[in-house]
């Protein structure tokens, strides 16, 4: 018994003397209602989101203790600088709708809130109910609306000089992380559409051969080395009428498969290009940390979103 | 004996696990794809997509595609006057949500294929596929939808 008690009060003492080793201290400001959202979305978020993506962490007394804290600390730190709801405001509109969206779908994956924040905060986990909220609500902010005069012109605009031979790939840069522009990708076999109503754009996939060849022999849970795949978008263009047509150029993405190259992020080499000028995106290689975080649900599926059509349908008999 | 029975079954329980852990991944989208019944001249879906647009009214999407003439003269061109040769496809599908991404559609059954072939003489001759599986109907409103489907313009991509 009194060795039991010995062991005890040594563990006891190891523990008070750790509290005197600590991370550096949390910013911890009171973060306001998201300004024009509902009270009960408000309080699904707050319950669940806004510890680790706001400036307010309710912490509770065990997540201050160390060595806790210095898990919980540099969770919060990272979660605020991928999404931080205190900065709501100064978020525009369809900025805002694609951190929501972009929220809900990460809840769907059952990826947030994270499984091992919400074994210890169970107050934190989403209930059916709260997520059926969250959609109806997000859902509700992305209605199509009629394309303004404006923006019109300058498809048309940008249309024209498309067709005169203006709008071509000349010296495109390449990405950040050294990939250069693909140019090609409209003659490639097209292997699937998106509506993508949460963000007003259309989306056309394109697969290079090697892509195509994997789909024939339906090695898509695993695409071969020398796979890419490239989505194009547009913004949507909603006459009055409510029929909706390819406007604008808006960007093309590539995923560029090759295991050993691009061991680094997920054995895929990630590039896109923005406007009509084909900017390239991010500032600098770290960009693809954008591109694997959104892709990792799909990760059973080699981090590819696209169910792609089947191109090889062989008729039995030619009318 | 007992040690064969007790072999055979770790393996069979050992197969079983493997496979109810292995996943398949989202495979192909065969129900938005051709059929190997429907009844078409080609597989329009191997042509050049011109362009793309949806209906929400129908919750459709349709794409346009084009032969090689038919591209390289949409991609040059404002008009709707396609040369001889030229084959168009408009294929209509069925939408649904997108179960990887809440916010997004995707191509479910094919609802319709019209077809249209440039003669010689500047005419768009008008087919129409319908139907599961998809064979040649009756065409109604032939020159709106050839008016329609033809002044679609080439989505603009440097």
């Known amino acids: 018994m009194k060795k039991k008690v010995s062991i005890f009060l040594i563990l006891l003492g190891i523990v008070i003397s750790m509290q005197f080793v600590h991370p550096e201290k949390l910013s911890d400001t009171p973060t306001e209602d998201l300004a024009g959202v509902p009270a009960e979305v408000n309080n699904i978020l707050r319950k669940s989101c806004f510890d680790c993506h706001s400036s307010q962490s309710d912490l509770h007394w065990y997540d201050r203790l160390t060595p806790a804290n210095f898990f919980v600390y540099r969770h919060i730190r990272e979660g605020r600088k991928v999404l931080d709801f205190s900065k709501w405001d100064s978020v525009a509109t369809p900025a805002q709708n694609n951190i929501l969206y972009y929220s809900l779908n990460k809840i769907l994956e059952e990826e947030m809130p994270l499984p091992s924040y919400t074994m210890v905060h169970k107050n934190a986990k989403l209930s059916p109910t709260d997520i059926e909220i969250l959609k109806k609500y997000t859902l509700s902010r992305t209605p199509r609306k009629t394309t303004d005069a404006s923006v019109i012109n300058t498809a048309d605009k940008e249309y024209t000089r498309f067709i005169q031979g203006e709008i071509t790939a000349g010296n495109v840069k390449p990405t950040p992380n050294g990939i250069a522009y693909i140019p090609d990708y409209r003659s490639w076999k097209v292997i699937s559409t998106s509506d993508r109503f949460d963000n007003g754009t259309m989306r056309i996939i394109f697969a290079n051969d090697v892509a195509v060849k994997a789909i024939q022999n339906h090695q898509t849970q695993n695409w071969p080395d020398g796979t890419i795949i490239a989505k194009a978008a547009w913004k949507a263009q909603v006459k009055a009428d409510g029929q909706i047509s390819i406007g604008q150029f808006f960007q093309v993405e590539f995923m560029i498969k090759d295991v050993k190259k691009y061991a680094k992020t997920a054995g895929w080499g990630w590039a896109r290009w923005r406007g009509s000028d084909l900017k390239p995106y991010g500032a600098n290689s770290m960009f693809t940390t954008e591109c694997t975080s959104c892709h990792k649900p799909m990760k059973d599926n080699d981090y590819v979103f696209t169910k792609p059509l089947d191109l090889f349908t062989q008729f039995k008999k030619r009318n | ?158």
């Not at chain 2, 007992?2 to 495979?27: D, P």
């Not at chain 2, 009844?39 to 929400?56: D, G």
């Not at chain 2, 916010?103 to 010689?120: D, H, Q, V």
């Open chain 2, 1 to 158: 004996m007992k040690r064969i029975f007790n072999i055979v079954v770790g393996i069979v329980t050992l197969t079983f696990l493997a496979a109810c852990n292995s996943s398949t991944g989202l495979g192909l989208n065969e129900q938005a794809s051709v059929k190997t019944n429907d009844k078409l001249p080609e597989n329009p879906l191997l042509l050049h997509i011109i362009t793309s647009s949806i209906c929400p009214k129908d919750s459709t999407m349709a794409s346009l595609y084009g032969n090689d003439t038919a591209f390289i003269y949409a991609t040059h061109h404002k008009g709707r006057e396609y040369p001889a040769g030229s084959i168009l496809y408009e294929v209509t599908w069925r939408q649904q949500a997108d179960e990887q991404w809440v916010g997004a559609n995707i191509p479910k059954e094919i609802f319709s294929i019209e077809r249209l072939e440039y003669t010689a003489t500047g005419r768009a001759i008008y087919t129409i596929y319908k139907g599961s599986p998809l064979k040649k109907v009756m065409a109604k409103n032939t020159l709106k939808r050839v008016a329609a489907i033809s002044k679609q313009r080439m989505a603009v991509s440097p």
